[in-house]
């Protein structure tokens, strides 16, 4: 049985897809964890739009390093994001 940690939480599920869908690429598999029911109308209440992204505890390490790449994006050398 695979143990899965939590690797970061997210508001909403457009935004847990975007990162889950970086860290399948990266081949790492995930779960999701919410108790939001689905909904035509999102909405967000005392973090009831709150979606956890899981991660299997052996590649947790490496998830985490893979999500620091993704948030820091566009970033150049000195933290700026650089111009396209």
Do not use: C, K
């Not at 108790?35 to 052996?58: D, K, M, R, W």
């Amino acid at each position: 049985m695979n143990d899965w940690e939590v690797l970061t939480t997210t508001i909403g599920e457009p935004q847990a897809q975007l990162v889950a869908s970086f860290l399948r690429g990266e081949g790492i598999p995930i779960q999701f964890r919410s108790h939001v029911p689905p909904s035509v109308y999102p909405f967000t209440v005392n973090g009831l739009a709150e979606v956890q992204i899981l991660v299997p505890a052996a590649d947790l390490a490496r998830a985490q390093e893979a999500l620091a790449a993704f948030e820091a994006g566009g970033e150049d050398d000195h933290g700026e994001h650089a111009t396209l």
